[in-house]
């Protein structure tokens, strides 16, 4: 079938829900705009996850963010995977379902880890038929998120935005575009990060990520335990004069302080997203 168009819908300043939070969540009913879902939490479990989770979609607007689908490995599409993850959408009635440009595994060995991927002709043609299958299956364009990466490939027939769009263009599929990944990598790699935001196709881009890492002796690690960095604090602010405003979501995912902490450091957003209203993309940032 043919993916419904893309639904960029700015739905505002949205959080990363993280069990350490839910009794705070259900009792406080905080104001906050939307949840993101790890999709894996609530897949093969009941109890009080779902529970939880069908109190708050009552509440809030959700989407869902996935580590397993292993879309860039050359094992088959694991096809219970995407029933269950399809009868989970529907379950809380997620406005996207998203995961990351890469692989998790192969041989049916999963690696716990997001596995980043060659930016070549032959990976590109691979990845449309996959995504082409997960839409068809999902009955809906898929959201893919840009990678945090640590090493290069040694040959590459595109840059990552490149790649993306032709990506997107090829499959109708959105983008989840986290500008703390965009930072490390650019720092990691010696790329401009501005000059990456630039390239973007735009018009796929759905949401935003926010996030903060670890600055180590040689490399930027993407590690979500920090409040957001300057650095990318000023990306936001850049991505949003690129796309006229997306919905957004803070990422805290270890060393999880309290809920007020980690509300109080969404809400910076607003700030960055005001900045932005009437103002045209700079020429050179």
């Known amino acids: 079938m043919r993916p419904r168009d893309l639904v960029t819908t700015d739905l505002g300043i949205g959080l990363g829900l993280r069990n350490v939070h839910y009794r705070h969540i259900l009792d406080r009913r905080p104001r ?16 009080r996850p779902l529970h939880v989770l069908d109190q708050i979609a009552e509440r809030y607007p959700v ?3 996935g580590v397993s689908l ?24 997620a406005r ?31 990845l449309v038929r996959r995504v082409r299958q997960v839409q068809d299956l999902l009955e809906q364009p898929l959201i893919l998120e840009n990678p945090s990466t640590y090493l290069e490939f040694a040959h590459a027939d595109f840059g990552e935005p490149e790649f993306l769009g032709a990506l997107c263009s090829e ?11 965009v930072f490390v990598c650019a720092s990691n790699h010696g790329f401009d990060a501005a000059d990456y935001l630039r390239r973007v196709p735009w018009d ?14 040689t490399h930027r690690f993407d590690t979500h335990d920090h409040p957001v960095s300057r650095e990318v604090w000023r990306l936001y602010e850049l ?10 979501v803070l990422e805290w995912d270890a060393n999880i302080p309290d809920f007020a902490t980690v509300h109080d450091e969404a809400r910076k957003a607003a700030k960055y997203r005001g900045a932005t209203r009437g103002r045209q993309p700079a020429a050179s940032p």
């Open 239 to 248: 991505a949003h004069r690129h796309s006229g405003g997306r919905s957004t």
């Open 171 to 181: 499959t109708g599929c959105g983008l989840l575009l986290d500008l703390n990944n």
């Open 63 to 65: 989407v869902m963010h």
């Open 70 to 93: 292993n879309l860039g490995s050359v094992d088959p599409l694991d096809r219970a995977y995407l029933k269950e993850l399809k009868a989970l959408q529907a379950r809380c009635r």
């Open 32 to 47: 906050v705009d939307f949840f993101e879902i790890l999709s894996e939490n609530y897949m093969h479990t009941g109890g």
């Open 96 to 126: 996207w379902v998203s995961d990351h440009l890469c692989w998790t595994g192969v041989g049916g060995v999963g690696l716990h880890d997001l596995m980043p991927l060659p930016y070549t002709h032959e990976a590109l043609r691979h």
């Open 204 to 217: 796929h881009v759905v949401y935003f990520h926010l996030a903060g890492h670890t600055v180590f002796d």
